[in-house]
């Protein structure tokens, strides 16, 4: 309260103007503070979005890159490949026919040996292929759900077998147009890195989910995540950390996601990676 005599009529009217600027300044700083604090709410949306963005933009250049590279070795690959099959047939059908002389018998464990690794180099190269195989594939309207819940009794095989567990959670999803082959190929990669990744116990989800328009496959294991130098070399072929890996299971479902015009995204932490793979919503 102010406690002021005025003896003159201009002071008072002074005094009163005076008042009512400070009530007016009052009313505007309220009104200035609110528009700060929606202006700085906004803004770390904003940001909140451009963070997201940024994190989108470098998991698909790192896709792209990682493509690129795939394009070349498996143009490479492709001719390779052939190459060395041939030879290798005729060396196996050698063993396999003195395999069966009967003055070679003692050394029969050596020739089995040797035919295991010729089929091992084998499989091998038809992985490799198959990232370079650059013909359309067969693609059909499907449910993933049904492909998933056929394939899901095997995979609950390959954890027990390894002292793991499994779990699948469907939800409702649009049908997506895939070749129930490498879709196949392709859970099959991720839930064995998933097994590999986790110690006993450890189990492992595939869940499915629409994200707006887009069905998501994921799986998730509860392994120890992935170490951040080799994030930028997952999906080229051969890079494995593993003693008994051939590195060729990420370049592999990365080139089928491709085929498929599908998105391939992980998430990874000291509890565990999630892959998820996004399918695009089939033309009408
Ligand atoms: N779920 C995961 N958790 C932790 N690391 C992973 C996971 N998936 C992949 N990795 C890492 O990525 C590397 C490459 O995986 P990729 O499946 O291509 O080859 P691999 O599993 O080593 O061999 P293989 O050819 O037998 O699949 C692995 O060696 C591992 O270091
Ligand atoms: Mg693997």
């Not at 451009?50 to 394009?71: A, G, P, Q, Y």
């Amino acid at each position: 309260m102010i406690a002021a005599k005025f003896y003159r009529i201009e002071d008072w009217e002074r005094f009163v103007d005076i008042k009512k600027e400070l009530i007016e300044l009052k009313a505007y700083r309220l009104n200035l503070q609110e528009m700060v604090d929606k202006r700085t709410e906004e803004l770390k949306l904003e940001f909140e979005k451009r963070v997201d963005i940024e994190r989108k933009l470098t998991m698909l250049e790192r896709e792209v890159s990682k493509l690129e590279r795939l394009n070349v070795i498996g143009q490479l690959a492709a001719g390779l490949g052939h190459e060395v099959r041939n030879p290798m047939t005729t060396i196996r059908g050698f063993l396999q026919m003195l395999q069966n002389k009967t003055d070679l018998v003692t050394y029969k464990s050596y020739f089995d040996l040797m035919i295991e690794e010729i089929d091992r180099t084998n499989s091998i190269i038809t992985d490799f292929l198959s990232i370079a195989k650059n013909n359309p594939t067969v693609r059909r309207r499907q449910c993933l759900n049904q492909l998933l819940t056929n394939l899901f009794p095997l995979i609950q095989a390959d954890a027990f077998s390894q002292g793991k567990k499994c779990v699948f959670e469907p939800t409702d999803i649009t049908e997506v147009e895939i070749d129930p082959n490498e879709v196949t190929q392709l859970v099959l990669n991720f839930a064995r890195n998933g097994f590999e990744a986790m110690p006993l116990e450890g189990c492992l989800t595939i869940k499915t989910f629409m994200d707006g328009e887009i069905a998501v496959l994921s799986i998730k294991d509860e392994g120890k995540g992935i170490n951040n130098e080799h994030i930028s070399k997952l999906g080229t072929p051969f890079f494995t950390t593993k003693e008994n890996g051939t590195g060729l299971g990420l370049p592999m479902c990365y080139s089928i996601a491709d085929r498929h015009n599908a998105l391939i995204e992980f998430k990874t932490g000291t509890d565990g990676t999630t892959f998820l793979v996004r399918f695009p919503q089939p033309p009408e």
